[in-house]
């Protein structure tokens, strides 16, 4: 679904932004998404984050986190006329570079046709109690 202004792009199936920016905004044929976590939209929830009593995050599923992320990337790029195997370029940010040998091999079996460029780098926090979020680059579908 594509947004009204300047190309903004707001994904009716992905986590609503913790900020004020689109989920995508496209130039020309490339579609630039914002830092997508995984968050499930229309909740507080974060898919795979143990809290303690006080709130505090005591363990986070990486791998469940990664599959969540990836879902939700799927969701924008479809919702703006593009899709997984257009992908060109992706930065990814882990909160915890332990968690680097999880996340490849699931990343590995989300990648086995396209393989985008990539970068990846620990962060000491993100926005809300995730472990992972993801920033990419596409290619939009001619015609869309």
């Given amino acids: 679904m594509k ?3 300047n190309g903004e792009v707001m ?17 020309g044929n490339l579609l630039f ?15 795979g984050t143990t809290h303690d009593a006080s709130g505090k995050v005591v363990a986070h599923d990486i ?3 990664c599959r969540s992320v990836f879902q939700n990337v799927r969701a924008v790029l479809e919702d703006a006329g593009s899709s997984w195997d257009r992908i060109v370029d992706v930065t990814v940010f882990l909160t915890n ?3 680097f040998a999880v996340y490849n091999r699931i990343y590995a079996e989300h990648f086995a046709d396209n393989r985008p460029a990539r970068t990846t780098v620990e962060v ?19 015609g869309s």
Avoid: N
């Fill in 97 to 99: 570079m332990d968690d």
């Fill in 33 to 47: 998404l914002s830092g997508i976590g995984p968050r499930t939209r229309g909740s507080k929830e974060i898919t």
């Fill in 124 to 142: 000491s926090r993100l926005p809300t109690d995730i472990a992972i979020e993801l920033k990419v680059i596409a290619t939009i579908k001619p």
């Fill in 63 to 65: 791998a469940s986190q």
């Fill in 11 to 27: 994904s009716p199936r992905a986590p609503e932004p913790v900020g004020p920016y689109p989920h995508a905004r496209r130039a």
């Fill in 3 to 5: 947004g009204a202004k």
